[in-house]
């Protein structure tokens, strides 16, 4: 068991080459996880973000404990169904560093 204040759990948002598609996921090896999305959607496309190519990393967020990476990912994903003005409002409004060019 890991000493408290030492846990490292992401919420992170991937998205296609065209930004059309997002994926909100958790995780607690941000790199490792990246790593599986490009790898399914070059090969084998039976998850959701590998069958639309969602690769490209647009926002993540670490907390310390599961619970609040699990409430905060429950926050997003209703934004991820919303049309395009409105995320891009969302996300300007809390400052979320989008990293997609």
């Known amino acids: 068991m890991k000493p408290i204040g030492t846990h490292n759990y ?3 948002i991937i998205t296609n080459k065209n930004k059309t598609t997002f994926y909100t996921g958790v995780t607690n090896d941000l790199a490792t996880r990246l790593y599986q999305h490009k790898t399914e959607s070059c ?3 039976k ?7 969602c690769v490209y990393l647009v926002f993540y967020e670490h907390f310390d404990y599961i ?4 409430d905060r990912e429950k926050e997003i994903i209703p934004i991820s169904y919303q049309n395009e003005p ?3 409002k969302y996300f300007s409004a809390y ?3 989008i990293f997609v060019a």
């Open 95 to 97: 400052r979320f560093k």
């Open 10 to 12: 992401f919420v992170y």
């Open 86 to 88: 409105y995320k891009t």
């Open 43 to 45: 090969t084998t496309k």
């Open 67 to 70: 619970e609040d990476a699990i």
């Open 47 to 53: 998850t959701f973000a590998g069958k639309y190519n």
